[in-house]
């Protein structure tokens, strides 16, 4: 297969720019010949920033080993995320820098094509989702049940830990989901971003009732409201800058309204709709610093912020604000333990997130695909990508 090559013009740099040396430093050069230590495989490769690649790609022989409590997968459906993109348009997240050619996708769903010795709860031919975050089974975080911030997890596609745009991956059994017949390959791609709402909203210990408040419309603000309305919340309001994402925040249920800052001021608007008294939740799904030194406004005495958003640079928010409320503030760094209640939540009905998913490609078009994703077309939530089966 040839190398179609993407290029593109970054979208304003909102995280500085990248003056680093980011030049591909490729894992088969050099003298000595590791033919014998590498698989060769299929894969969409980030060779660096803005260079996208569909190649063939040596993977190393002992990350495709199939160990006793081990699944190889045969993947079916990915989920292009925004921070695959951000990796493609500005070749690092934070500290996380791609200074080698990485597999992007981590967002996915498969079939199981083998298990290893001493798996006992999956089978040849079950149908799955991929938790992708492995943490070290014995570390203290993990012990004490917070294996998402164990800082020795191993998270695909993010560096140097490649991601899952390829046919087949190992993976251990504790961290994929066997899927009822009623979830599709897609839905179960969409558990992964699912899977960040559930955890956000089970950290608001949200009470049947609750108003809350959600900023941002992106795909994680979308299942953070569908999270947020499953936890039992009463109405929840979405707030935007783009009406076009109103329009789907809506679209998914009516006890979401849609609120488009610039046009409509979020604390007023829920002042108003509650007597004065602010909502119970507040969800900072945005990302943006402007947003998040207000997160207090709009929030009822006793409530709850919860930060989802990522924030490469230190922001501040009004401590006095927070105080005079007794607010509580949760952060969240992922997810743990909710993937199997997200595809119990998508068999049920309970959450629907098929209107979320707004395009798909072939996996051959998969750099195109990430062009696409890269423009951020307004009217689109989640683009999957599906690879031959
Ligand atoms: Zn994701």
New binding site residues.
């Given amino acids: 297969m040839g190398r179609a090559v993407a290029s593109m013009v970054p979208p304003d740099g909102a995280h500085g720019a990248i003056d680093l040396d980011l030049q591909p430093h490729r894992a088969c050069s050099g003298s000595v010949d590791h033919s014998e230590r590498l698989n060769h495989m299929e894969a969409l490769v980030l060779e660096k920033k803005l260079d996208l690649s569909l190649r063939d790609f040596p993977i190393e022989r002992q990350e495709e080993k199939l160990g006793p409590r081990d699944v190889r997968i045969k993947l079916h459906t990915v989920g292009i995320?925004g921070?695959d993109v951000h990796y493609y348009t500005h070749g690092k997240i934070g500290p996380f820098i791609v200074n080698a050619p990485m597999i992007l996708g981590?967002?996915a769903s498969g079939t199981i094509i083998e298990t290893g010795s001493e798996v006992t709860t999956l089978k040849e031919g079950d149908r799955v989702c991929m938790e992708p975050g492995i943490p070290d089974p014995n570390s203290k975080a993990t012990r004490l049940g917070m294996y998402n911030v164990d800082p020795a997890v191993r998270f695909w596609a993010t560096p140097p830990v490649h991601g899952i745009l390829r046919p087949t991956c190992v993976h251990p059994e504790a961290f994929t989901f066997k899927l009822p017949d009623s979830v599709s390959f897609a839905e179960a791609a969409m558990v992964?971003?699912l899977a960040v709402g559930v955890h956000a909203a089970t950290k608001a210990r949200i009470k049947p009732g609750d108003i809350a408040i959600v900023l941002g419309a992106g795909p994680i603000g979308l299942v953070t409201a569908l999270s947020a309305l499953a936890g039992g919340c009463a109405r929840v309001y979405v707030s935007d800058l783009a009406k076009k994402k109103l329009d789907i925040a809506e679209g998914l249920n009516r006890a979401i309204t849609g609120v488009q800052a610039g046009n409509d001021d979020i604390v007023e608007r829920v002042k108003r709709d509650t007597d004065g008294w602010g909502a119970d939740v507040l969800f900072e799904a945005t990302g943006s610093p402007k947003a998040a030194a207000r997160v207090f406004e709009p929030l009822a005495p006793g409530g709850c912020v919860v930060m989802i958003g990522g924030q490469p640079e230190p922001i501040s928010y009004d401590a006095g604000a927070a105080m005079i409320r007794e607010a509580r503030v949760e952060n969240i760094f992922r997810y743990a333990h909710v993937f199997p209640r997200c595809v119990a939540m998508l068999s049920s009905g309970a959450i629907d997130v098929r209107p979320l998913i707004t395009r798909k490609f072939e996996f051959k078009d998969s750099v195109h695909a990430f062009e696409i994703a890269a423009s951020a077309p307004p009217a689109d939530v989640k683009m999957q990508i599906e690879l031959p089966q």
Avoid: A, F, L
């Fill in positions: 995320c921070s981590h967002e992964e971003p």
